[in-house]
């Protein structure tokens, strides 16, 4: 880009005096600025012109003359990469960003948040972060989840708690629960403006299928087809109720079938890379359209570095604005998250069911959760599995625990301090714990985990959380082990029978009381929720925290700026 060189240039001569006004000469100039003499010259011209400097030259080769800067080279780099912004090349202003810390910081500062811009309102938020993957078979983060659903649509999707339609309008089912028919609206887009055919549908479900996950997600699925151009028929080999959840499952979100990065969702993705992703509203969406034009993710650690002041102490905790302005950003919204981290006991030779439920009544009674040495307010200790689902209390269990346990466990880092306090409380009762800790946010890809005794793991719920539940059980490798024995075998057969239960409250009630058994039998305990805090400056409005600790994009809006109505008393 010229005017970035220039400004390269610029910044070469302004630091040899570090701003001062200077007496030197056109060949020296060229000198620092690596250029011509004569190309000097047309640069003085410029930035005379663009009041960056002034010039006054003495008559004659070799002559000094006074230079007196006008301008700096940040704010120059400042008002450069406003003027990208406000014409939507944000890509290009990644340029600017080659930068120490500090130094982007200070540019980047002002742009954060809610902005208006040519008329359009732009919301960017600095995150900590590169966002992993746009593929929703393959992500496992909060932030990309909470991504790919603003990209992508489903046949359904969730709204509160419950499966609405989304690419269909309305769906039936026969007597039997094996022959179900949804029915698309009319007129759907993609994001290339495409018309969304039922055809190109019935290839990315036949697709995905192909998929392990979604095969085990789909399992009773037989046959997928198009009887009409605005239908889907979906024929099971056995009843399941739960089919309108499954199609609302991140696993089922539907890119376009010759290019994966196109959608039919809310935003389109426009660009995506490990500084910045930049999404725009889709004109053509199908239900309530965005009240933004765009929303950018910065991606710029340098501003979370606690050094120097973090707008993100914590993943939960989001800020949308300056860094700097931490404490004066307003808490907008604040959840407890129905997601939670766990405890999992595999009793197995050697590791009785009984010695597993003395863990557990160890860990209620000890207190551990509440006392782990983390910034206040960002966990609660887990009373309920969900809401309504009290963790029962463990008993104890006479007879010492085994002499070794190994214990694996994933992300999050809080899970660090609850590994170290579980060591000391069974060191405390004859028990070393081997403790082996995976870099990971899932399970997917872990093969040692067959080998552990105890498991420690965050378990994500987004909307639904009783049929999340339900397919965590049958989805997680996590639970590939306890599958093979006689309790496993049986817990298999209640999930098959749950999802016969037409009615939603009852199979509700059948999920609550089998998991009311794994915890009271030592296999399962929820060790404790996160507290979900977004924090925003005054003029973003429609912030409200959704299940997976983010917000709806197409509900945020910006005031416009709207100058004071006249104090001036009315003509009369």
Known sequence: MRELHRIHQFQRLWQQSQGAPQQTCVAEMACHCICSERHLRTLLSHWQQSGWLSWRGEAGRGKQGLVTFLRTPEALRQQLLQRQLDTGAAADALQLLDLPPERLMTLLRPMMGGQWQNDTPVLRIPYYRPMES?????????????????????????????????????????????????????????????????????????????????????ADVESVEAPHPLALRFVLRQPDFWLPHRLAHLLCLLPHPDRPAIGSGPWKLLHFSPELVRMESHAQWHLQRPLLQAVEYWITPQLFDPRLGSSCRHPVQIAIGDAAELKTLQPV?????????????????????????????????????????????????????????????????????????????????????????????????????????????????????????????????????????????????LWRPLSATPQGKAVQRQLLAIQQIADGQARSRALHQLYHQLMADGVLLPLFNYRYQIYAPPGVEGIELNTLGWFDFSRAWIPPPIDPPCSCSAAE
């Open 134 to 218: 746009t593929a929703p078979h393959q992500i496992t983060g909060r932030a990309e989840q909470h991504l790919v659903r603003q990209i992508y649509s489903g046949l359904t999707r969730f709204e509160q708690d419950a499966p609405v339609g989304d690419l269909a309008h309305h769906w039936q089912h026969d007597e039997t629960g094996c022959h179900w028919l949804f029915w698309l609206r009319p007129q759907l887009r993609w994001h290339n403006d495409e018309p969304v055919q039922a055809e190109q549908l019935v290839s990315q479900f036949r697709q995905l299928l192909q998929e392990p996950r979604v095969a085990l997600l789909l």
């Open 333 to 477: 919204s604040n959840s407890i998250s129905l997601g939670f981290c766990y405890l999992l006991c595999r009793p197995r030779d050697g590791f009785t069911a009984e010695q597993a439920r003395s863990v557990f009544h160890l860990i209620q009674q000890s207190g551990i959760v509440s006392r782990l040495p983390l910034d206040e307010g960002l966990i609660t200790p887990s009373n309920e599995l969900l809401p309504g689902w009290p963790v029962p209390p463990i008993e104890a269990v006479p007879g010492p625990l085994p002499a070794t346990l190994t214990l694996h466990y994933q992300l999050p880092v809080e899970l660090h301090q609850m590994a170290q306090a579980l060591c000391e409380l069974l060191r405390q009762h004859g028990c070393h714990l081997r403790v082996i800790f995976h870099p990971v946010k899932s399970w997917q890809t872990i093969h040692q985990l067959d080998e552990a005794d105890l498991v420690m793991g965050d378990r994500l719920i987004g909307d639904a959380p009783v049929f999340t539940l339900a397919t965590w059980l049958a989805l997680d490798p």
